[in-house]
T-cell receptor
Framework: EAGVAQSPRYKIIEKRQSVAFWCNPI?????LYWYQQILGQGPKLLIQ????????DSQLPKDRFSAERLKGVDSTLKIQPAKLEDSAVYLC?????????????FGPGTRLTVT | GDSVTQMEGPVTLSEEAFLTINCTYT??????LFWYVQYPGEGLQLLLK?????DKGSNKGFEATYRKETTSFHLEKGSVQVSDSAVYFC?????????????FGKGTHLIIQP
């Protein structure tokens, strides 16, 4: 089966510009996650969707970051305006649900460089 | 809040050496524990997991035991190969599969030399 798809794979922007990332989860997966992985650190959960509803966005910097998951399938993560400290790899993951035994599957990530 | 601490890298070993990567956690409840691996150019993959105290997770020759008394989940392998070179992440979650969101350590870069 196809894995989690993300695009673009790489993006370079200047500070104060806006950027959007796209994620297509594994077919049939109800739960979708966005993580931020800064160089030298582990991934940090930004937001979790169950179908098209938000389950957890407690670590999302809502003044500049937004995410949506229309129709409960694809998702976009937007940053507006970007800051230098937003340079990171943005990972999308999906799972069948958020019940006890379901596993998360990760996409390849989008590497963002803010100059 | 919950956190995971793992040994700093890079860790450089010769092929067939014994591997230990230390991982300790701080949690308010009783989490499940995971090791994820990221091979060069690839996405994060689940390596193994343990959902309760004294459970041992194992896969591909790697194993880790959930030690509640020492709040640890150290990763071990008896004989490493060059193909094991990757970044290893220890993580915790309050669901058995991690589907409620994972808290990761910083990662340990493992380099295996022929």
């Amino acid at each position: 089966e196809a894995g989690v798809a993300q695009s673009p794979r790489y993006k370079i922007i200047e500070k104060r510009q806006s950027v959007a990332f796209w994620c297509n989860p594994i077919s049939g997966h109800a739960t979708l996650y966005w993580y931020q992985q800064i160089l030298g650190q582990g991934p940090k959960l930004l937001i979790q969707f169950q179908n098209n509803g938000v389950v957890d966005d407690s670590q999302l910097p809502k003044d500049r970051f937004s995410a949506e998951r229309l129709k409960g399938v694809d998702s976009t993560l937007k940053i507006q305006p970007a800051k230098l400290e937003d340079s990171a790899v943005y990972l999308c993951a999906s799972s069948l649900g958020y019940e006890i035994s379901y596993e998360q599957y990760f996409g390849p990530g989008t590497r963002l460089t803010v100059t | 809040g919950d956190s995971v601490t793992q040994m700093e890298g890079p860790v450089t070993l010769s092929e067939e050496a014994f591997l230990t990567i230390n991982c300790t956690y701080t949690a308010t409840g009783y989490p499940s524990l995971f090791w994820y691996v990221q091979y060069p150019g690839e996405g994060l993959q689940l390596l193994l997991k343990a959902t309760k105290a004294d459970d041992k997770g194992s896969n591909k020759g790697f194993e880790a035991t959930y030690r509640k008394e020492t709040t640890s989940f150290h990763l071990e392998k008896g004989s490493v190969q060059v193909s094991d070179s990757a970044v290893y992440f220890c993580a915790l979650s309050y669901s058995g599969g991690g589907a409620d969101g994972l808290t990761f350590g910083k990662g340990t870069h493992l380099i295996i030399q022929p």
